[in-house]
């Protein structure tokens, strides 16, 4: 027997989404499975609702896969493929593998043979890369930077120093609690002449992305970023 197929489903970025964003063979994908590995169930049962998925949504099997999964937990999440049955791979928000424990899955399916089918849908990170105007050349996404706030600021002038060798746009994202700690300190840590770029909202109607040296974002009140998703991008001189 064959085995099945590891969909990587794709999902809206937000509850506000008006779902556009997710094109329609996607979703008529989606419909035509009826066991999921998801990041949490409750925000894919939504989503599957949103898909319009034909089946009642208590008789699909979902299942969680940890944040750090163990070697026997991929293993007993992709059984059911190894025995020929296919999958979709669903993260909370966005591209599933991507900034997401799910890569681990696929890495795993990989190894034993299991085809990896990735889906067109909604990247923030590629979404911000986009409209921030910065070099989409040659870019570099570097996840969480550290809590502690020496740390990260040692962080970012590291970060701001490559992005000047390289002319490389650095992206990063926060804890979205943590997010105006994080714009505070980009606008006092990085240079003047340095862009920064704050996408916050990609995807809902209140969608904000604004690039500016930050200079200019030192003369401005700063946004309001406190628990919304955001990424942030800089390309120094």
Request: charged share 25%; hydrophobic share 45%.
């Amino acid at each position: 027997m064959s085995s099945g197929t590891l969909y990587l489903i794709p999902v809206s970025l937000g509850p506000a989404s008006t779902g556009l964003t997710t094109p329609a063979d996607v979703a008529t994908r989606a419909r035509s499975l009826s066991y999921f590995v998801v990041e949490n169930a409750k925000t894919a049962r939504a989503e599957l609702k949103r898909f319009e998925h034909p089946q009642p949504l208590r008789e699909l099997d979902i299942r969680e896969l940890p944040e750090k999964p163990s070697a026997s937990d991929l293993d007993a999440l992709l059984a059911p493929l190894l025995a020929g049955s296919d999958a979709g791979l669903m993260s909370e928000a966005g591209c599933p593998a991507v900034a997401d424990p799910g890569a681990l899955l696929a890495r795993r399916a990989h190894e034993l043979g299991i085809r990896v089918a990735p889906l067109v849908g909604p990247s923030s990170l590629l979404l911000a890369l986009m409209g921030s105007g910065l070099n989409g050349q040659s870019f570099a996404f570097h996840g969480y930077l550290p809590v502690d706030e020496e740390a990260r600021n040692r962080h970012i002038r590291e970060l701001e120093a490559e992005s000047a060798r390289f002319s490389r746009t650095q992206l990063f994202i926060e804890t979205p609690y943590r997010n105006q700690r994080m714009f505070e300190a980009l606008r006092s840590v990085c240079k003047a002449d340095t862009r920064l770029c704050v996408a916050r909202d990609l995807t809902l109607d209140s969608e904000w992305i604004h690039t500016r040296p930050v200079a200019e974002w030192k003369k401005i009140a700063a946004p309001e970023l406190a628990k919304r998703p955001t990424v942030f991008l800089i390309l120094a001189a």
